[in-house]
């Protein structure tokens, strides 16, 4: 069985950080992000669950969602584990560097900086069209049609939230059981990301897949909150105690019970209103509004939102040496 000490968790949470900061999600055509495995067995399986496609009742639709998500966090966890041990059971130096591995691909501070700098750049210098483009491969919303504030809104929007999903839930996730549970945790993610809708196809299938992930997100989710209001009012331009007000008063209005946080307090923080109006497939809908609209939105905001996001890791990695210091 594996079982680590605070002080190994930690060293090895510090360094996937460190690693997730230099290779960031690699391109190498040999080596396939576990991710892609994740979502392509999520695919298969529930291409095999709905029975190509046919009408099946929400008491069954949500049974067998729930046998989606007990199955690939379950195996993610399993095959994790297995390798893991392994490593360890060949040499215990290798067990640590697959851990951090593992876990350094269950973080993503760099690749969603290189999504997000891939709207600003076209931003910057007056190409909106590829700006559009670029944003409409990290949101579901349409965007076609959106200018400049709104692109930036939705930018913004999407950094802010994955601070929990991309950062700080793993690396909690990696304290509390090593790689294995960080992969635990983001298939969690995966699935949400998948099937967690409430549309008419997946209000009940993904039923369970967004619940599991809401209950895996709520204390990362606060963690989030607290680092971005540290972080702000550290920053210059930035207001920490409007970030703290912001949550307190705007998070409670997000659909979700975690999103809402990272997002009411990056709002609040760079003096800007989230939310408003998105259109999914022609169909508008209304999202809560969140923060204070104290200046129109600019595309600097996703600079300084990627900025919120490399200090929220900074404040991490710190604790988490000065915690693996005291400890020798």
């Known amino acids: 069985m594996l079982v680590y000490s605070w002080e190994e968790a930690a060293w090895m949470a510090l360094a996937a950080i460190v690693t997730d900061w230099i290779v960031g999600d690699p391109a190498w055509r040999w080596l396939t992000h576990p991710v892609v495995w994740i979502g392509r067995w999520i695919g298969w399986l529930e291409r095999r669950l709905r029975e190509d496609?046919?009408?099946?009742?929400?008491?069954?639709l949500r049974r067998r969602g729930l046998v989606l998500t007990a199955l690939t966090v379950g195996l993610a966890f399993a095959v994790i584990?297995?390798?893991?041990w392994a490593?360890?059971?060949?040499?215990?130096?290798?067990?640590?560097?697959?851990n951090v591995w593992f876990i350094s691909t269950t973080i993503a501070v760099k690749g969603l900086k290189q999504a997000a700098m891939?709207?600003?750049?076209?931003?910057?210098?007056?190409?909106?069209?590829?700006?559009?483009?670029?944003?409409?491969?990290?949101?579901?919303?349409?965007?076609?049609?959106?200018?400049?504030?709104?692109?930036?809104?939705?930018?913004?929007?999407?950094?802010?939230?994955?601070?929990v999903d991309a950062f700080t839930a793993p690396i909690c996730f990696a304290l509390l059981g090593g790689a294995p549970l960080a992969m635990l945790y983001r298939a969690t993610n995966t699935l949400d990301s998948m099937v967690g809708y409430k549309n008419d196809k997946y209000a009940d299938f993904g039923w369970a897949s967004a619940r599991w992930d809401d209950v895996l997100n709520y204390i990362p989710a606060r963690l989030?909150?607290?680092?971005l209001v540290v972080w702000a009012?550290?920053?210059?331009?930035?207001?920490?105690?409007r970030a703290a007000m912001a949550v307190l008063r705007f998070a409670k209005l997000h659909p979700s019970p975690n999103s809402g946080i990272p997002e009411s307090a990056a709002a609040g923080a760079l003096g800007i209103e989230l939310g408003g109006v998105n259109v999914y497939h022609g169909?508008?809908?209304?999202?809560?509004?969140?923060?204070?609209?104290?200046?129109?939105?600019?595309?600097?905001?996703i600079v300084r939102t990627v900025g919120m996001l490399y200090g929220v890791s900074y404040l991490m990695a710190g604790g988490l040496l000065i915690c693996a210091l005291l400890s020798l």
């Open 283 to 301: 169909r508008a809908s209304e999202r809560a509004r969140m923060g204070w609209p104290l200046r129109q939105r600019g595309r600097d905001d």
């Open 87 to 98: 490593a360890f059971w060949i040499h215990p130096w290798l067990g640590y560097a697959v």
């Open 81 to 84: 584990y297995a390798i893991v």
């Open 233 to 241: 009012c550290c920053a210059p331009g930035m207001s920490g105690k």
């Open 118 to 163: 891939a709207v600003y750049v076209p931003l910057r210098e007056g190409r909106l069209a590829e700006a559009r483009t670029f944003t409409g491969y990290i949101v579901g919303r349409d965007t076609t049609k959106l200018e400049e504030p709104e692109l930036t809104r939705a930018t913004v929007e999407t950094v802010a939230e994955n601070i």
């Open 53 to 60: 496609g046919r009408p099946l009742p929400p008491a069954s």
């Open 224 to 227: 989030a909150g607290l680092l």
